[in-house]
């Protein structure tokens, strides 16, 4: 069709056409910088002098030798580029491949790229890669990428195009005889990035589509094979941007790879490949890996390989064999390379200087397991290509022994009686004193070849050619297997432990990890089948001189210290072979669930074995079952086969789900399974005892024969030879004898592992046997017979964990004795089968005969048992009874301190003796409280216990963290400038930007011991390269630190300052008050500089009550009076103040006497230094500036602290749907405490004239003493509880500056009652202003919305507050027409004044000392309790209300609050209502992590848009939702420091987290599935870590780096947990944690992200 569609003639001059342009961007994009590798027409018609004169470039070209840092210094030094250009360009050459770095002449140019390479030279091995073009050229270049994208564009257009184009590439030049394609995979290591992709783009796009000429590339491919790896391993790009990437898209179809098997010989190809590749590293014929070894770039060559052998042939034609069997000579070749390698030898004396290098040959194994996997497999789909392989294997083995190996047989002496002979032939060798390998390629080769002799009923002599009289063959085909097996032993039983960790780490890879399966499985299953042909005396032998114990078995009581070893460890070698001897036996007797070795046994089977034992140590979660197998298991068989033995659990909410072994497979359960490690091992043990516990004592003596293997096939059956084998029965006969004597050759496991081979053989063997074991215990035949002694360990107690299993065996053993002796001719013995029963896997059954001389031995053992247990239990109590005599004082101490924790585990529980009604924490009341119970801390460094600290002469402080805030923040914006800030922290404006949150763990410490553990951990760090310390997450030089008990992060400690003003109570106590109550207050310590704190003894003043009620007017009034007060004061003398302030005081309280002296200042105590230290950290947190103790901005700072503290906790409370002081623990509630009682004791308290004018400027935005002015705040940007803080400390400390300059608060009664009361009145007026707030900001309603009529008190009071509504909208000039429904306006009211009545509570109980006491749980009660405790009317409503009797008429000021100029613009929606804007939560994910891919799949980074290139490390700011580019060189920016001189270049995560997170950030890297963390408070050290993602899949697991693939969903309970975190500013306390546990984050450059 489309050669009809294009005409012949356009045909030809379009071949023409696209044949020229391939070869014209092929030449260009190819060409070197040397003009003799230029093509010969590209700079014709240009003179040599025009060429001389041109213009030329210097361009840097991209490595993966030099890093970032490398190019960057390299530029800014060589050539003087400045740094941020340097920049680009590292970015530019990264992303495309090259950058121009000079532009200029011909000699500038080589100057700049000499001078480049020099510089770059002195770091690195290798100097940058930089080349100097014509300009010339590199226009050609350009044009011919351009080109290549035309041809892209047609091929994709029109498929006509497409063959037209595929049709010229592979089409040879005329005058090269070479084509595109392989030109095109020859020169493609000489092209720079850009042009690569670009030619890649081109192949893929047009003949890799096209199928007439798929098959062309194909070949072509195979064809350059050899010589594209060759390049690739020596380029330096990586594998993506590569032409040898294309090999997964062609290998990996079945008809093409099966193609070029048959036509290409890609097999032999690839193999030859990888021989040449490691040619380099041959020595003697064995491969010897160095450093110049490029692993990373040889796993791809591999990969192809395992790509085309995993496309079997489905039928194995004579074609196939014959190139199978030609790649199959390769392949051993290449193993022949790895026999033998990397030999060690036993350490002797002193230790290796030096391990040897073992990982690269282990990787290069690990590498070629699925190649000779697959190979197998293809050998075994054709008997004549198995027996073809197997001849090649054993020629290659002989070939090998002749060449590399000197194995002679000697005779060695045997036990006559055994064997029948003298000697034997054996080869000999001793693993603990030559040379060994854990490398044996060719013999394990041979051992997966000869499971498929099943398949054909081959036997093993005939599939090996050995002769039936031939017994050196199999002893040599064994040898190798043997010894390494051996090896293993000695190195686990600690013999090696000189060799250091190389030769451990080789046999832990060799036995338990991914290389197991052609390593130390093929080794068993070859000694299996040398067992099976083998006279099973001469094999038994032959292992046993492996193991040493060849000796030991002719000679019993012979001593094994002649075995060389030392006399200490002797006696532990010798038991440690000898167990691991009846292990191997018992493994190459029992393990048949091996394809090929048990009848009947497929692979399922097998991996079903395998779960049961991993699953019965411990429940799995899916992945961890994964992990236990090999990737080329396939993983739906994997899963299918665990829900049928497994039940699926979750193992908490919100967990990851667990399969728990079912209990009918739990008897399929084998002790002694030969995947287990010593480790698992004794885990199953445990769990094996647990579960036998559990069952109870019947239970647990229910005994059966191990779990009965299944038959071996017909080519295995030889193994069971071994049950009728003298030499073993002689070997049980030792192991029984020292077992029942008082021998030291004896261990535990050596008898259960000999009870459990008995047991086994018993099920195994033919009872019609004369020669069995059955037999031989009982002494019919040979001199073995063991059962006498097995009858005597029945009452050792040696035997009593194996019991059960014993007594089978005795039963079994005895049973057979008798009919045997009850017989009347011989050999006329009755079949007889083990009993089966019930119970749990490797104990054996119960007897069902009871002897009357067990049950008296019984009996006697359990009497002695329990006359020993009261006499452990009679002397345990007396010793109780001492530790409680001696250490009583201690026990009654700890008793108290558990007391207290109990009794103030919440902040609001009652104290004892205390009325349940809720007490006024405002007004005059408020300061007859009783006192706080003493509060005893002890010290966690010191241990000093104190019952109560405010009478302890040593300063208490508290661990806390000091950080910046941007939780309450509704969206991302700028932080203004100091002044500009510090006016709006005072008047406290609802949009702020950030906040300070102080909180910590609050554990207590001594002020001189924090400060001795600080500087000695500060002086520990500095040497923390030396050795792996704790703490390096900490930067303790900038005041960060650990706590020492739990290791939170901290940043500043708390003083633990006492409580505040508490006074006696009046003689009289007021209204409906309990006498009872009236107590003294404790005394605080204070310092005489302090302005506020209580130091009152029993002779304090009594607080009075003022004359009258004192009215809102009159407070005001008197506020303003000491304003004036302030303003008119000296600061030299105080007298000259005008005494209006003075008069009227006394007016209200006509017993007030000015003091008439003053306290004499005294120095700076340590109390002082702390607050000093805490409060500057506050400051600079704040105005993100220095420290600055003259700055009257530092109460203001810890003020703001204290109100933003406060609203966090009870946002985060709220929530959690709970109350905010039920929420905080008692350390919490402490810290909380202190950092109010501190917002009266800041480092530089504020002049009384500064003072005065705060309390100005609050009053003019809070009580409109002066006209309403456009530049002051509104009511709707003012936060009422921030704005009640600030006022209330700004008066008090003005109060009590003009009143007792130097005084303090407890020491003047009429002051006391006066905090009180403005206290009172400030409550009042901000609830007024929040009604007011919620009654302007409540919309109408909407004339679709229905109304029911209801009589309810709520809708009463909902009628009031409509009236209200429309009374205040009026006077703000807005229209009242549709007012809310009643019952709206109700509920609406009180869910808007929870927050703010929440908070007032929590700060007037850190203030006072009084709790709250809830009547009832329901939400009225705790609204009425709320109000009682605030002194505030149950229809809060009624203070916007005019009153007569009142004296707190607040209308009059909710009037003047209604006529701010820029209300009415608020409320209609010109202007953001700061009050009405929720605080962040989290963003919503997409509920599919497929949605959340596609979410970020177009995004770019903004500025490389232009350029094309995907964003890989797109990361999703999970507070605001923004997507950002980061850990990219492109987003980098030069970011200004908190000191505000410094500059510092940081990525654009961290860029967004300083706008978003006041420099936290939370955000998701979507591409690789991970949770990301960021600290940039300090942008010198910025800090951060990875966490595992919301979002799970099926089996509750999250996927981080995406690498299972598996489908995945968000989890809410996860992303809620984020979520807390985010909200509890724990995101500090996180990256410490992660970093601590993971050192490797310590090094991140976590700055560029």
């Given amino acids: 069709e489309a050669e009809v569609v294009i005409p012949p003639e356009l045909k030809e001059r379009a071949a023409i056409f696209f044949s020229a342009l391939l070869w014209y961007c092929m030449d260009v994009l190819s060409c070197g910088e040397g003009r003799e590798e230029l093509p010969l027409w590209l700079l014709q018609g240009q003179t040599a002098q025009c060429v001389k004169e041109d213009t030329f470039l210097t361009l840097l070209y991209n490595d993966e030798d030099h890093s970032y840092g490398d190019v960057i210094s390299a530029l800014v030094h060589s050539i003087k580029v400045a740094h941020p250009e340097a920049v680009s360009i590292a970015s530019m050459v990264d992303r495309k491949g090259r950058a121009v770095i000079k532009v200029g002449d011909e000699k500038q140019c080589l100057a700049a790229r000499d001078a480049l390479s020099k510089t770059s030279g002195r770091s690195r091995a290798t100097p940058l890669n930089t080349k100097t073009f014509h300009s010339a050229v590199v226009a050609h270049q350009t044009c011919a990428v ?68 798929k098959k062309d590339l194909a070949i072509s491919l195979a064809r350059n094979y050899q010589q594209l790896q060759v390049n690739f391993v020596q380029d330096s790009h990586h594998h993506d941007v590569c032409a040898s990437n294309i090999t997964v898209q062609l290998f990996t179809v079945p008809s093409l790879s099966r193609m070029l098997v048959v036509e290409c010989d890609v097999l032999e190809t690839i193999l030859s490949t990888i021989l040449h590749l490691l040619q380099d590293f041959i020595r003697d014929g064995i491969l010897k890996l160095t450093s110049r070894y490029k692993h990373n770039r040889m796993v791809f060559t591999f990969y192809d390989l395992r790509y085309v052998l995993r496309n079997a042939p489905e039928v194995m034609t004579e074609e196939f064999e014959k190139r199978a069997m030609a790649a199959f000579s390769l392949l051993l070749d290449l193993l022949s390379l790895l026999e033998n390698a990397d030999l060690a030898k036993r350490q002797r004396g002193f230790h290796v200087e030096q391990e040897e290098p073992w990982e690269k040959t282990f990787n290069l194994c690990i590498l070629l397991l699925p190649a000779v996997q697959f190979f197998v497999k293809w050998c075994s789909s054709s008997k004549n290509l198995l027996c073809k392989a197997v001849e090649a294997t054993l020629n290659k083995f002989h070939e090998l022994l002749n060449d590399r190996y000197s194995v002679t047989f000697t005779k060695h002496n045997v036990d006559k009686s055994l064997v029948g002979k003298d000697s034997l032939q054996l080869i000999p060798f001793d693993v603990f004193k030559d040379h060994v390998s854990v490398h044996h390629p060719i013999p394990r080769l041979l051992a997966g070849l000869i499971l498929g002799a099943s398949s054909y009923d081959l036997s093993i002599n005939s599939l090996l050619q050995i002769q039936p009289d031939d017994t050196k063959t199999p002893l040599l085909l064994m040898e190798f297997s043997s010894r390494v097996i051996v090896m293993a032993v000695q190195v686990m039983a600690g013999m090696w432990k000189r060799n250091g960790y190389s030769v451990v780490n080789q046999v832990i890879n060799y036995q338990f990890h991914y290389s197991r399966d052609t390593m130390y499985d093929k080794d068993i299953v070859l000694l299996q089948a040398m067992a099976s042909i083998l006279d099973p005396n001469v094999f038994l032998y032959a292992l046993i001189y492996k193991f040493r114990l060849d000796r030991w078995l002719m000679f019993p009581d012979s001593d094994p210290d002649n075995r060389g070893e030392p006399a200490d460890d002797a006696l532990r070698f010798f038991i440690s072979e000898a167990e691991e001897f009846l292990f191997l036996l018992i493994t190459i007797f029992g393990e048949r669930y091996t394809e090929g070795v048990g009848e009947g046994v497929t692979l399922c089977d097998s991996l079903r074995r395998e779960i049961i034992h991993r699953l019965f140590i411990s429940p799995l979660s899916h992945s961890e079952i994964l992990k236990q197998f090999r990737l080329g298991d396939s993983e739906m068989e994997v899963e299918k086969l665990v829900k049928e033995v497994a039940t699926q659990n979750r193992s908490a ?181 083990p009993p089966q029963g019930g119970g749990t896997g ?134 203004p400038p100091g002044e500009e800030r510090e006016h709006q922290i005072l008047c406290a404006r609802a949009d702020m930007w950030s906040g300070v949150y102080t909180m910590g763990c609050g554990h207590y410490m001594h002020a001189e011991c924090w400060k001795r553990f600080h500087v000695n951990k500060r002086q ?42 508490h006074v006696q109570p009046p003689s009289s106590p007021p209204h409906g008050q309990d006498p009872s ?105 704040t105005f993100n500036g220095i420290p600055n103790e003259a700055s009257s901005s530092v109460s203001l700072s810890l003020w703001k602290n204290i109100s933003y503290t406060i609203s966090v906790l009870e946002f985060n409370a709220r929530t959690r749907g709970k109350f905010v002081i039920e929420m905080l623990s008692t350390r919490e509630l402490d810290i909380l405490k202190s950092l109010v009682r501190c917002g009266y004791e800041t480092s530089v308290q504020p002049k009384t004239s500064e003072l005065g004018r705060f309390c100005q400027e609050l009053s003019n935005t809070f009580l409109l003493q002066c006209p309403a002015f456009s530049e002051l ?35 003047n009664s009429t002051l006391t009652s006066l905090v009180g009361i403005t206290n009172q009145i400030l409550v009042r007026v901000a609830t007024a202003l929040r009604v007011l707030q919620f009654l302007l900001t409540t919309q109408p309603m909407s004339m679709d919305t229905e109304v029911t009529e209801n009589s309810s008190p709520e809708v009463s009071v909902g009628l009031e507050l409509q009236k209200l509504w429309s009374k205040f909208r009026s006077k703000a000039k807005m229209p009242t027409e549709n007012p809310p429904p009643p019952y ?51 229809a809060v409503h009624t203070l916007l209300e005019p009153s007569l009797s009142s004296q707190f008429d607040i209308c009059r000021l909710a009037n003047n609050w209604c006529t701010h100029p820029r209300l009415a613009t608020q409320l209609e929606g010109a202007l953001p209502l700061p009050i009405l804007s929720a605080p962040r939560k989290l963003i919503t994910l997409p509920k599919v992590f497929s949605d959340m891919v596609k979410m970020v799949s177009n995004f770019k980074c903004p500025n490389r848009a232009a350029d094309g290139d995907d964003t890989q490390a797109a990361m999703l700011c999970l507070v605001c939702g923004k997507l950002l580019c980061t850990n990219s060189y492109c987003c980098q920016r030069e970011v200004t420091t908190g000191a505000g001189e410094d500059t510092k270049m940081v990525g654009g995560l961290i860029q967004h987290a300083l706008s978003c997170g006041a420099g936290y950030g939370m955000a998701m890297w979507v591409v690789e599935n991970y949770i990301v963390l960021l600290d940039a408070t300090d942008l010198g ?17 999250p996927d981080p780096g995406l690498r299972r693939g598996s489908p995945l969903w968000l989890q809410e309970d996860r992303y809620l947990d984020l979520q807390h975190m985010w909200f509890g500013h724990l995101i500090p306390q996180t990256i410490s944690k992660e970093m601590e546990k993971n050192r490797h984050l310590v090094g991140i450059s976590w700055a560029n992200m």
């Fill in 842 to 975: 490797g104990a054996p059954m119960e007897s069902s005969v009871d002897r009357p001389g067990d049950q008296s031995s019984d009996k006697l053992k359990k009497r002695k048992a329990e006359q020993q247990r009261s006499k452990l239990m009679a002397q345990m109590s007396a010793m109780q009874k001492r530790f409680l005599e001696k250490h009583k004082q201690e026990m009654n101490d700890i008793e108290e301190d558990v007391d207290y924790h109990k009794g103030e585990s919440t902040a609001m529980e009652v104290e004892a003796g205390s009325v349940t009604v809720t007490r006024c924490a405002v007004g005059v009341a408020s300061v007859q409280a009783p006192p706080p119970a003493p509060l005893p801390v002890t010290c966690i460094l010191c241990q000093e216990k104190t019952n109560d600290f405010a009478s302890h002469e040593s300063l208490y402080v508290q661990a806390v963290q000091v950080q910046r805030s941007s939780v309450l923040r509704p969206k991302c914006v700028s932080v």
């Fill in 1384 to 1434: 709206d306006l109700y509920v609406g009211l009180r869910e808007f004044l929870y927050p703010f009545l929440h908070c007032s509570v929590l700060f007037l109980h850190t203030v006072t000392g009084i709790s709250l006491v809830h009547s009832s749980s329901s939400e009225a009660s705790t609204f009425e309790d709320i109000c009682v405790y605030l002194d505030l009317p149950l």
């Fill in 1273 to 1307: 705040a509104s009511i709707l940007e003012v936060d009422a509880f921030g704005m009640l803080v600030n006022l209330h400390y700004a008066a008090t400390l003005l109060f009590a500056n003009l009143s007792v300059p130097t005084g303090t608060l407890g020491q």
């Fill in 1581 to 1597: 050290h910025v800090k951060g870590c990875t966490l595992d993602p919301p979002y799970l899949d099926r089996y509750g697991e």
């Fill in 146 to 213: 351009a080109c290549t994208a035309l041809l892209q564009e047609l091929a994709g257009v029109s498929s006509a195009f497409r063959r037209l184009i595929s049709a010229a590439m592979v089409t040879n030049h005329p005058q090269r005889n070479i084509c595109f394609l392989d030109d095109f995979f020859v020169k493609d290591n000489s092209k720079w990035i850009t042009a690569r992709v670009c030619l890649h783009r081109l192949v893929m796009s047009s003949i890799f589509m096209d199928p007439m000429h």
């Fill in 1020 to 1061: 520990e760090t500095n040497y923390h390269f030396l050795m792996p310390i704790a703490g390096v997450s900490a930067l303790w030089h900038k005041g960060e630190f650990l706590c020492p008990l739990c290791q939170s992060f901290g940043s500043n400690v708390l003083p633990l300052l006492p409580s505040l003003h």
């Fill in 653 to 833: 909410p919100g967990g990851k789900y667990m399969f728990e072994l079912n209990p009918e497979f739990e008897k399929e359960y084998n002790p002694f399974f030969y995947h287990y490690n010593k480790t698992d091992h004794s885990k199953a043990e445990n769990v094996y005892r647990k579960k036998a516990k559990q069952a109870g004592a019947s239970a647990a003596m229910k005994s059966r024969q191990p779990p009965k293997p299944p038959p071996f096939c017909k080519q295995f059956q030889g193994v069971t030879r071994l049950c009728s084998c003298p030499v073993l029965h002689r070997l049980l006969y030792c192991i029984f004898q020292k077992a029942a004597s008082p021998s030291s050759f004896w261990s535990d496991r050596l008898l259960h592992e000999a009870l459990h081979l008995c047991t086994l053989i018993l099920s195994d063997e033919d009872p019609a046997d004369q020669h069995s074991l059955r037999y031989a215990a009982t002494g019919r035949h040979g001199n073995s017979a063991f059962l006498g002694y097995l009858e005597q360990l029945q009452s050792n107690r040696r035997s009593e964990e194996h019991k059960p299993l014993l007594s089978w065996i005795i039963e079994f053993l005895v049973k057979v004795r008798d009919q045997s002796a009850s017989s009347s001719s011989v050999g006329a013995s009755t079949d007889h089968t």
């Fill in 1077 to 1181: 109550s009236q107590t003294r207050s404790t005394s605080s310590s204070s310092s005489p500089s302090s302005a506020v704190v209580t130091e009152t003894s029993s002779t304090a003043p009594l607080a009075h009550a003022p004359s009258r009620e004192i009215a809102l007017a009159e407070w005001v009034e008197l506020l303003a009076l000491a304003v004036k007060m302030a303003e008119a004061e000296d600061e030299d003398s105080m007298e000259a103040n005008p005494p209006t302030f003075l008069d009227k005081l006394k007016e209200f309280f006509p017993d007030y006497q000015k003091p008439s002296c003053h306290f004499a200042a005294g120095g700076k105590s340590l109390k002082d230094e702390m607050t000093t230290i805490f409060s500057q950290a506050i400051y600079m947190h």
